[in-house]
């Protein structure tokens, strides 16, 4: 099994029925797990946050964050996708 | 999970709402190797070296800001200093053709970069703190031509060092360059494209002053990052902190954000098989609200930038970002310290506009942060002489404190003291600053060198 490639995926926006589902879809069909996941609401807007597997994803991540955007489009919520290392580097001495 | 939603959400903050963003990538690149006494020979080595190794910038930069989510804003190309490339075919050439020879590269070097969709390119440089050779006073007469037909390039000239002094001669000099250069470009914002420089670090992402210096690998990746807004938040809620505090506060900011331009200059070094040449983490404003350095004064408590206590708490913001920076990076470049461009921080403006910050107390500030007397407009009236001496000034301070200083000074054609100039796009607009009616031209007449700070001599 090869080694995990971590990005995390930062969902913010209104909360609506379908949302995970939505996202989730998107991640599955290409092959992307889920590896923790955790919401919060934050100056009352919802934001969740995923943390993902793309070791093993179908399409580049260029592709796999434009799959994010639309679906984040259709549900009316802002996603943003960024490789696990911008945080290491930032918060990890 | 591996993080605290907190630490994600921080990063996430300083992005989309502190305008945290990597300012520039400044790819440097040797031309040492396209040397010829043949200048049409010259001309396609260059054009070939900036193209093969210059194509890879913009691609590599678009992929970097998707997988991290950080944007990039500028994209740069410093070469080796020109006047050392023309050396060879201006001996062969007349003046004349020699001159219109330093256009027909410049334009082409304009050209490559528009057409690879890179931003500005320096390089058109001349360093000539003992003395002048002949190509460098060629490439030093050019330069308000070249730089009234291009609007990529950028031109730097140095003409002093703490163990070389200043060339007074060509201090001199550049005072009647940068009148005749504002004179040739609307506004005069040419001037914005040519600074002089004393110390200049070799590894500088940030223009004007960039080039690829002479200890340097082939090619260098230069990082330029961008955060006054970051610093500027983390003291927005700290009224009561005391001043060590402060700086605490300041330091870890300064931390954090300088690992994002490490990050991103490993990345983009290998992504087009380069190396990490440096991270500048001075902090850069730009004309945006929250995006500026005087804000951040201001927050410390001064009513306005330029008020008595300025360069004290500008020596504290400046060794604050150095102590986070410096442990931030495995190649600290550039500057490193803090910039006060007027034209480009609006906050720097303001207090121009209300008498609030002279010409005379940002010279001091400069003693204690970044360059130095940066994106000054001044009246289209000043005296040459009146240029070189401030530029004879601040380059005292380069020498006597070891530091690097530069001068942007923008004379503005037919503009006096308190009316407003618009320099368009990154370089903002400015309130024309008044300077000293005092001559200081039988000083700057006198030509020869400065000699060399007395504190060099440590062998």
Same mark, same amino acid.
């Given at each position: 099994?090869?080694?995990?490639?971590?990005?995390?995926?930062?969902?913010?926006?209104?909360?609506?029925?379908?949302?995970?589902?939505?996202?989730?879809?998107?991640?599955?069909?290409?092959?992307?797990?889920?590896?923790?996941?955790?919401?919060?609401?934050?100056?009352?807007?919802?934001?969740?946050?995923?943390?993902?597997?793309?070791?093993?994803?179908?399409?580049?991540?260029?592709?796999?964050?434009?799959?994010?955007?639309?679906?984040?489009?259709?549900?009316?919520?802002?996603?943003?996708?960024?490789?696990?290392?911008?945080?290491?580097?930032?918060?990890?001495? | 999970?591996?993080?605290?939603?907190?630490?994600?959400?921080?990063?996430?903050?300083?992005?989309?709402?502190?305008?945290?963003?990597?300012?520039?990538?400044?790819?440097?690149?040797?031309?040492?190797?396209?040397?010829?006494?043949?200048?049409?020979? +010259?001309?396609?080595?260059?054009?070939?070296?900036?193209?093969?190794?210059?194509?890879?910038?913009?691609?590599?930069?678009?992929?970097?800001?998707?997988?991290?989510?950080?944007?990039?804003?500028?994209?740069?190309?410093? $070469? /080796?200093?020109?006047?050392? +490339?023309?050396?060879?075919?201006?001996?062969?050439?007349?003046?004349?053709?020699?001159?219109?020879?330093?256009?027909?590269?410049?334009?082409?070097?304009?050209?490559?970069?528009?057409?690879?969709?890179?931003?500005?390119?320096?390089?058109?440089?001349?360093?000539?703190?003992?003395?002048?050779?002949?190509?460098?006073?060629?490439?030093?007469?050019?330069?308000?031509?070249?730089?009234?037909? /291009?609007?990529?390039?950028?031109?730097?000239?140095?003409?002093?060092?703490?163990?070389?002094?200043?060339?007074?001669?060509?201090?001199?000099?550049?005072?009647?360059?940068?009148?005749?250069?504002?004179?040739?470009?609307?506004?005069?914002?040419?001037?914005?494209?040519?600074?002089?420089?004393?110390?200049?670090?070799?590894?500088?992402?940030?223009?004007?002053?960039?080039?690829?210096?002479?200890?340097?690998?082939?090619?260098?990746?230069?990082?330029?990052?961008?955060?006054?807004?970051?610093?500027?938040?983390?003291?927005?809620?700290?009224?009561?902190?005391?001043?060590?505090?402060?700086?605490?506060?300041?330091?870890?900011?300064?931390?954090?954000?300088?690992?994002?331009?490490?990050?991103?200059?490993?990345?983009?070094?290998?992504?087009?098989?380069?190396?990490?040449?440096?991270?500048?983490?001075?902090?850069?404003?730009?004309?945006?609200?929250?995006?500026?350095?005087?804000?951040?004064?201001?927050?410390?408590?001064?009513?306005?930038?330029?008020?008595?206590?300025? /360069?004290?708490?500008?020596?504290?913001?400046?060794?604050?970002?150095?102590?986070?920076?410096?442990?931030?990076?495995?190649?600290?470049?550039?500057?490193?310290?803090?910039?006060?461009?007027?034209?480009?921080?609006?906050?720097?403006?303001?207090?121009?506009?209300?008498?609030?910050?002279?010409?005379?107390?940002?010279?001091?500030? /400069?003693?204690?942060?970044?360059?130095?007397?940066?994106?000054?407009?001044?009246?289209?009236?000043?005296?040459?002489?009146?240029?070189?001496?401030?530029?004879?000034?601040?380059?005292?301070?380069?020498?006597?404190?070891?530091?690097?200083?530069?001068?942007?000074?923008?004379?503005?054609?037919?503009?006096?003291?308190?009316?407003?100039?618009?320099?368009?796009?990154?370089?903002?607009?400015?309130?024309?600053?008044? $300077?000293?009616?005092?001559?200081?031209?039988?000083?700057?007449?006198?030509?020869?060198?400065?000699?060399?700070?007395?504190?060099?001599?440590?062998?």
């Amino acid at each position: 099994m090869s080694a995990k490639e971590l990005a995390v995926i930062t969902v913010m926006g209104r909360d609506r029925p379908g949302l995970v589902a939505g996202i989730s879809r998107v991640l599955a069909e290409n092959e992307v797990n889920i590896e923790d996941i955790s919401q919060t609401i934050l100056q009352d807007m919802f934001s969740m946050i995923l943390m993902v597997d793309i070791s093993s994803c179908k399409v580049s991540f260029e592709d796999l964050d434009e799959a994010l955007q639309q679906e984040g489009r259709r549900l009316g919520v802002k996603i943003l996708m960024q490789h696990k290392k911008i945080f290491d580097f930032m918060h990890r001495i | 999970m591996i993080y605290s939603k907190e630490e994600i959400l921080e990063t996430i903050r300083m992005i989309a709402m502190e305008n945290l963003d990597i300012r520039t990538v400044t790819l440097g690149i040797s031309l040492l190797d396209c040397a010829d006494p043949d200048p049409e020979r +010259l001309l396609l080595k260059v054009r070939d070296k900036i193209c093969r190794t210059g194509r890879q910038l913009v691609p590599s930069a678009r992929r970097l800001e998707r997988k991290y989510g950080i944007p990039i804003v500028h994209l740069r190309l410093a $070469v /080796t200093p020109l006047a050392v +490339l023309l050396a060879s075919p201006l001996a062969v050439l007349g003046a004349q053709e020699g001159a219109s020879f330093c256009c027909q590269l410049a334009r082409q070097l304009d050209r490559s970069c528009q057409d690879m969709g890179i931003d500005l390119i320096g390089g058109y440089s001349a360093l000539v703190q003992g003395g002048m050779t002949a190509s460098d006073r060629l490439l030093i007469e050019s330069i308000p031509t070249v730089l009234s037909s /291009t609007t990529c390039l950028c031109a730097s000239v140095q003409v002093a060092t703490s163990a070389r002094g200043i060339n007074m001669d060509a201090v001199q000099m550049m005072g009647g360059i940068v009148k005749e250069l504002a004179l040739g470009t609307p506004s005069g914002s040419g001037c914005a494209r040519l600074v002089v420089l004393c110390n200049a670090p070799d590894n500088i992402p940030f223009m004007a002053g960039a080039f690829h210096g002479f200890g340097n690998a082939e090619t260098a990746v230069n990082i330029g990052i961008s955060g006054p807004g970051v610093i500027r938040s983390a003291l927005r809620s700290k009224e009561g902190l005391r001043l060590d505090e402060l700086a605490e506060e300041i330091k870890k900011r300064a931390f954090k954000i300088t690992r994002v331009g490490e990050l991103i200059g490993k990345e983009m070094a290998a992504a087009i098989g380069s190396r990490l040449g440096g991270v500048d983490f001075s902090l850069a404003p730009t004309f945006k609200v929250g995006d500026s350095v005087a804000e951040i004064l201001e927050a410390m408590g001064l009513e306005r930038v330029g008020a008595p206590g300025s /360069t004290a708490a500008l020596a504290l913001l400046t060794n604050a970002v150095k102590m986070g920076g410096a442990m931030a990076t495995s190649a600290v470049g550039g500057y490193s310290g803090a910039f006060i461009p007027v034209s480009e921080d609006a906050g720097m403006v303001a207090a121009a506009a209300c008498g609030a910050l002279s010409l005379e107390k940002l010279e001091a500030m /400069t003693s204690v942060c970044s360059v130095g007397l940066d994106m000054v407009a001044i009246p289209g009236d000043t005296p040459a002489e009146t240029i070189s001496g401030l530029i004879a000034d601040e380059m005292a301070i380069g020498v006597m404190n070891h530091k690097a200083t530069g001068v942007r000074l923008i004379p503005v054609p037919g503009k006096k003291a308190g009316e407003r100039v618009d320099f368009g796009g990154l370089f903002g607009s400015a309130i024309v600053m008044p $300077v000293s009616a005092f001559s200081c031209a039988g000083f700057v007449r006198r030509g020869g060198s400065f000699p060399p700070a007395i504190h060099s001599l440590r062998n």
